[in-house]
């Protein structure tokens, strides 16, 4: 059984890897949206700006009522094409019993941790959709009155190159350290099978192996991360790389 804080799990880290990908494209951007056009941009500092390929409306978190209205229920009614990844994630949800998925409305209470910012929930909502839809780039900001709307969003340079040892190695060591998990551990497995890597579990230790890259993870008993050794090519990662629980 899979459960709406396994696929906040599963997408931490890829999610992140996107986001880099995302900042090192468009910086701090300006966005705007038009969903009647099916249209979101992003715009730079420099004026440019990138008009997305794609564009899929979530939902909203407003703080008036504390809860988070799927796309799909909204009653201002979209475009199919922009509700695509909602109703994806709305047939999981119904599929695997996860609530969250599959309710219109849902209290901020109802959420793993209740949290009260509507930030913190947009971004919750948002990566276990990118978990079930495969959709990783995503995108959320303020609506007016407090309220944020999630988006997901495609274009083809926000898309990963291959697996990069530096990139792949930044990913673990920041997300295993600023980011939160149920579970750590299964948040690397999740994400080294996504990237194509080979991941191996011996005891207390995960081992991942990519191009010119290899990683050996120590977990505690409670999958938590306890520290991590990296080798790219040749070198050894500077202990700075080695964080312990």
């Given at each position: 059984?899979?459960?709406?804080?396994?696929?906040?799990?599963?997408?931490?880290?890829?999610?992140?890897?996107?986001?880099?990908?995302?900042?090192?494209?468009?910086?701090?951007?300006?966005?705007?949206?038009?969903?009647?056009?099916?249209?979101?941009?992003?715009?730079?500092?420099?004026?440019?700006?990138?008009?997305?390929?794609?564009?899929?409306?979530?939902?909203?978190?407003?703080?008036?009522?504390?809860?988070?209205?799927?796309?799909?229920?909204?009653?201002?009614?979209?475009?199919?094409?922009?509700?695509?990844?909602?109703?994806?994630?709305?047939?999981?949800?119904?599929?695997?019993?996860?609530?969250?998925?599959?309710?219109?409305?849902?209290?901020?209470?109802?959420?793993p941790g209740a949290p009260t910012d509507p930030a913190v929930v947009a971004s919750h909502m948002m990566e276990v959709t990118k978990a079930v839809t495969g959709r990783f780039t995503g995108y959320q900001?303020?609506?007016?009155?407090?309220?944020?709307?999630?988006?997901?969003?495609?274009?083809?340079?926000?898309?990963?190159?291959?697996?990069?040892?530096?990139?792949?190695?930044?990913?673990?060591?920041?997300?295993?350290t600023e980011l939160s998990f149920h579970d750590q551990r299964r948040g690397v497995d999740s994400y080294a099978r996504r990237r194509g890597l080979a991941v191996t579990h011996d005891g207390p230790r995960?081992?991942?192996?990519?191009?010119?890259?290899?990683?050996?993870?120590?977990?505690?008993?409670?999958?938590?991360?306890?520290?991590?050794?990296?080798?790219?090519?040749?070198?050894?990662?500077?202990?700075?790389?080695?964080?312990?629980?």
């Amino acid at each position: 059984m899979i459960t709406f804080a396994d696929l906040q799990d599963d997408a931490a880290l890829l999610s992140l890897e996107h986001q880099l990908r995302l900042f090192d494209q468009v910086g701090l951007a300006a966005w705007s949206t038009n969903l009647d056009e099916a249209r979101f941009e992003l715009t730079r500092d420099d004026g440019t700006t990138v008009a997305c390929t794609d564009v899929q409306l979530l939902g909203s978190a407003a703080p008036g009522p504390r809860s988070w209205l799927w796309s799909w229920a909204n009653p201002t009614g979209y475009r199919d094409e922009v509700l695509l990844a909602a109703n994806e994630a709305r047939k999981f949800g119904e599929q695997h019993g996860i609530a969250e998925l599959a309710t219109a409305e849902v209290p901020f209470d109802a959420l793993p941790g209740a949290p009260t910012d509507p930030a913190v929930v947009a971004s919750h909502m948002m990566e276990v959709t990118k978990a079930v839809t495969g959709r990783f780039t995503g995108y959320q900001g303020p609506v007016g009155g407090g309220t944020r709307a999630a988006f997901l969003i495609d274009h083809p340079d926000f898309r990963l190159p291959g697996p990069e040892a530096p990139r792949i190695s930044r990913v673990l060591q920041q997300g295993l350290t600023e980011l939160s998990f149920h579970d750590q551990r299964r948040g690397v497995d999740s994400y080294a099978r996504r990237r194509g890597l080979a991941v191996t579990h011996d005891g207390p230790r995960t081992h991942i192996a990519g191009p010119g890259l290899t990683v050996d993870i120590r977990f505690t008993e409670q999958n938590l991360f306890g520290g991590m050794s990296v080798h790219m090519g040749d070198k050894r990662v500077p202990p700075q790389y080695i964080s312990g629980n």
